[in-house]
Each structure stands twice: as C-alpha cells, then as structure tokens.
C-alpha cells in the first residue's frame, strides 16, 4: 500500500490526463477511450476499473503500463490537489509517478 488512497474522487482530481507527458502517447488514448466507454454505460465504475486501466494515479497505483510517454515534457502533478492534500512534496519521487513509481 502507498501513501495515496486510490479513489474515483482522486481520480478526478488527477492532472495527469492533461500532462504533455502524455499528450502524444497512443496507449493512454487508448486507455481512456475504454474508461470512458466504461463510465458511459450504467454501471458502478468502481467496481469493473481496475487501477491500471487508468491513465493517471501513479502516485497511488505506481508506474505506467504504456511505454510511449515522453518524460522530457514537464510532470503536472506539484499542481495537483492529491499532491498538496497527501504532501507529496516531502516524499519520493516528486512527481513522474508514472516513470518513477508510486509516492513514497
Ligand atoms: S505522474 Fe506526472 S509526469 Fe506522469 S502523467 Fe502524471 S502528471 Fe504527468
Ligand atoms: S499527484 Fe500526479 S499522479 Fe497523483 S493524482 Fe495528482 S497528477 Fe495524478
């Protein structure tokens, strides 16, 4: 278990989905495109996602499946409401979860 509670409230709360990190990669897209399918549908979401079929979290839920990210674009995550509330600031990594594994 890491420092952050993986939640469908952190979830939306999450930047990673609008980081340039990803912006370019076609797995995430992939990615998303199936959760929003699955959102879409009636049904409780929580219970048929599993963490790795979302795109965003890796402070909870540790690194990135896909392998066609670009880390030389900028981590969003010092911006993000999880990363103020869980004081990830003291912790390792500082960001770049998603390369880097889950908070510590
Ligand atoms: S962990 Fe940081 S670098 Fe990785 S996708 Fe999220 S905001 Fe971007
Ligand atoms: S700290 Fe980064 S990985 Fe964690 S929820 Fe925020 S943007 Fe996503």
Do not use: W
């Amino acid at each position: 278990m890491g420092k952050v509670e993986f939640s469908m409230e952190n979830v939306n709360k999450c930047l990673c989905t609008v980081c340039a990190v990803q912006g370019t990669s076609s797995c995430v897209k992939d990615k998303l495109q199936a959760m929003q399918e699955k959102m879409s549908e009636d049904i409780d979401i929580a219970s048929v996602i599993e963490p790795s079929d979302i795109p965003g979290m890796y402070c909870a839920s540790g690194k990135t499946s896909c392998d066609d990210l670009y880390f030389h674009e900028e981590c969003k995550c010092v911006e993000c409401p999880v990363f103020k509330e869980n004081d990830l600031m003291s912790g390792e990594p500082m960001g770049y979860f998603c390369r880097d594994g889950m908070a510590r």
